[in-house]
């Protein structure tokens, strides 16, 4: 049986997709299987008419077509809403048995969530049932990822403060669009390390283009660092 691991973020365009491409493909290189799922895709893509995660992993990370999602809804907003526009229904024990079944075929399961972990899945008559409930139904280990830059501090320390909260096991930070010359950059790492005390799992760099050939050269430079490479595995509890 598998490993499922939930990528969430400080937001919505953080880079939760980027993160997520990186750390399967860091993964696919040290020899393990491993399936990108994201259950509830909105919006399209603005280079075509398919949902914008959907059309990256499919497409440009060459994922099996057809196997990246499962709740497709065409308005980019929130699911909640955008369920009720398209009279979709979501059921969490879909979810849950999806991941399952991965859980049964690859060795790595990455699920990426919609925006945040504070988002409306589903409108109930009296409240909503949100993304950490989903998170809390599938018991999943969780990665947060943040941007490095100005306002990080905030984000970071606000989510994960909502995580523990409503207990969720959070197994590292990723810091997306780090750039180690910069000082704001380094100090929001550095005091975020501080504060919050948790495993720093990776800080990528801003690619040259969002591409799987530039994601495939960061890959092999962060394995080719045996200090990072050891502070993700040991963070994600993977042996290779
Ligand atoms: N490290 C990076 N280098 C270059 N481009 C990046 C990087 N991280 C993110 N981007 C670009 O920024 C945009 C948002 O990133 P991404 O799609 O990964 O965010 P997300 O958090 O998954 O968004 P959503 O909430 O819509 O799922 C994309 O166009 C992506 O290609
Ligand atoms: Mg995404």
Not at 3 to 32: D, N, R, W
Not at 120 to 141: G, R, V
Not at 196 to 216: G, V
Request: hydrophobic share 40%.
């Amino acid at each position: 049986m598998g490993k499922a691991i939930f990528i969430t973020g400080t937001g919505t365009e953080i880079g939760k997709t980027i993160v997520t491409s990186f750390l399967s493909l860091a993964l696919q290189e040290l020899g393990m299987k491993t399936k990108i799922f994201k259950p509830i895709q909105t919006g399209l893509a603005e280079e075509s008419s398919s949902f914008a995660d959907q059309y990256w992993y499919e497409t440009v990370l060459e994922e099996e077509t057809g196997s990246t999602g499962l709740y497709y809804m065409e308005p980019a907003v929130s699911p909640h809403l955008a369920s009720q526009l398209t009279h979709t229904t979501i059921e969490p024990k879909l979810i849950k048995n999806k991941i399952l079944e991965f859980k049964n075929q690859y060795d790595v399961v990455l699920v990426e969530g919609a925006g945040g972990l504070a988002v409306p899945l589903i409108e109930n008559d009296h409240d909503f049932y949100m993304t950490k409930d989903l998170i809390q139904e599938c018991e999943l280990p969780t990665i947060i990822v943040s941007v490095a830059g100005l306002g990080a501090i905030h984000h970071t320390v606000t989510t994960v403060s909502y995580a523990e909260k409503h207990n969720i096991d959070i197994i590292g930070l990723i810091f997306n669009h780090f750039d180690q010359n910069n000082m704001i950059h380094v100090d929001n790492v550095r005091t975020i390390q501080k504060m919050l005390n948790l495993p720093i799992l990776a800080k990528l760099s801003t690619l040259e283009q969002p591409s799987k050939d530039h994601l495939m050269q960061l890959v092999k430079k962060f394995l080719n660092n045996q200090e990072l490479n050891n502070m993700l595995l040991g963070g994600l509890s993977i042996e290779v």
